[in-house]
């Protein structure tokens, strides 16, 4: 294999010239955060001498295990970033650069699904994708308590993310890409921190485009922050007047907090330095004027949740209630009056949950960077057959992962659809327009008609098209709303009880009786999962394969715009149009039998009759959308005990493995009986 040498400020690097494409990985863009460096700003990497290889991923940032992850170790020295060029680069191409998400809590550039040929090779761009500290590491704010040289240590992941866009800026002239036309863009958690880094005075001029998918509210107020903080110290047994020693604690011993607490505690902080106010505000006032801007969010985020949480799925009209009512209490009069005609189901739930978590603070966002900014808003309604339009289910489309088992999604239509969106986004990157030829005109989003591209099979533009979000309107601005979303993980240190009291949770912060949790552990309700380890553990293939598509060097021409429909009334949401049933869903899977699976002490394989044993299709399809993951796993074999218990609730395992009786090892079944013991007792 073809290696290639490129200089950067730094020294030397050595990459790989890999089918076409010219590849660096690993990359220090940051010293290593350790020792007194820990909950610091990121500082600028040492030189070298000589040349550099960057053949292989940096370690992942600190993060309970799990996996399709990656190979590479985890370590508190993870701050590197990683370079697809394509081979023949002429003039100097675009620049995306990629955010993960995982809510703050997990993830990393080495990701399976993150392969950047695919933007390399397919939309002739230069592709740069980051680590950044995450957890404990990188959100815990110590400001108030250990003084001004803590002052940002809250938003250390979003610095670092900074600091990435500073080496780019700086570099990727080196590697054929253009500095002054970089986009910058990211799901989840990625778009929450681009909510913030749009407006964060430190970011300023290094970037020109942003694409934000599926964010949430982006940082939680100081005082917050500060209890949170306040806890954790005081679990660790380090008093205000000593935090110097949170510096001598192991890493390891923090990473049980950042792996077992609720991803809310570990947030992006309103801290009046790095983030001077809140986001919102910012935004409104101009903070990000003259930046373009994609956004939007998928019509049923909450989905996903619940569709891996069995217990949940089974929930009645009065559990629905209940949970809601618990959840939303300050404005519940208001919510449920609107709902009253409504049956008090799941898929009401998924809707207000969907709302309050993603969708309203998309609208908001979107609506406050639109005065000074031109914004196209989409919004995300393909419908999979048991995910509905679930969050990170756009990563399939926008990634191009069509057929190459991402939530078992194939077909002719869901390529096209697939195609259309990575050409919009490619077509951005050049232009700061989303134009493809393919789609109708996409206009400009702006606040007396909220024209929006809805991407689904027929693609077209409406206004206003989210059904409930003249509700969302009224309920944000009543007295307590503020608190509600934001109480994403209040609870989390009644669920720790001490350094190793419930670090068998798997990081679900009681979400396996979601009764009692409320629901309000959102992304961890996939026990340790989190969005991004969905985007992995449902992917069978490898990165490498990535699909092809028609290449897109340069932006197509939009055509004129169709007369928008009008918008949906309200309250009822608009019916989605019916979709095939996705290939591999019901029946056996495409993947090899699972009785293929490796069988060794403490590994054990989920048999075909799990699935009907349940009775319940949603069911089936999970378990054989895992088994797919599992069987990818480079022949290695996955503890596959130990990612269900993360990936839905020990109790809902529990009832698996007694209807499959003695299908399942029985020293299983009883590890699972102790374990769930265990947890009761800590409740």
Known sequence: MQEIVVETSYGKLRGKHENGVDVFRGIPYAAPPTGMRRFRPPEE???????RDAFEFGNRPMQKDRPMAGAEPVSEDCLFLNVWAPENKGKPLPVMVWIHGGAFIMGSSSDLMYDGRVFAENGNVVFVSMNYRLGIFGFL????IAGEKYATSGNCGLLDQ?????????????FGGDPDN???????????SLCSILVMPEAKGLFHKAILQSASDPAMPLKKATRHANDIIRLLGISPDEIEKIHDVPAQTLLKFSGNVLSGVFWPVIDGVSIPDDPYKLAAAGAAKGIPVIIGANKDEYSLFVSLDIDLMQWGPDE???DLEKMFKPIWPKLSAYFRNEPMDMDLYIRIMSYAIFINPTIRYTVALSGYSDVWSYFFCYEHPVFKAAHALDL???????????????????QDLSQKMFRSWIAFAYTGMPADRSLPEWPVFKVDSRKTIIFDFDSVVKPDPQADRELWDVLTSMDGFGDIVLAMGEDAFNEIGDLGGAGDLGGTGGSGDLGGAGGSGVHNILGGAGASGVHNIL???AASNAPTASNAPTAPTAPNTPTAPNAPNKPNAPNAPNKPNAPGLSGRPTAASAADLPRKDGYYSVHDSVGDLLNNKKTEAILYSMLDAFNSSDGKGVKINKLMIKMVSKKSIVKVAEMAGDKVPKGLLEKLNTELMQVKKQR
Do not use: C, Y
């Open 182 to 192: 970089i986009t910058v863009f990211g799901e989840s958690a990625g778009a929450i």
């Open 396 to 414: 399939t489309f926008v990634w191009m992962r069509v057929g190459k088992n991402t939530f078992q999604i194939e077909g002719d239509r869901e």
């Open 45 to 51: 990497p040492d030189s070298w001498d000589g040349i």
């Open 539 to 541: 992917d069978e293939s």
């Open 162 to 174: 900074i600091a990435a866009l500073k080496w780019v800026k700086t570099n990727i002239e080196a």
């Open 320 to 322: 629905v209630r209940n």
């Open 141 to 144: 704010h110590l400001g108030e």
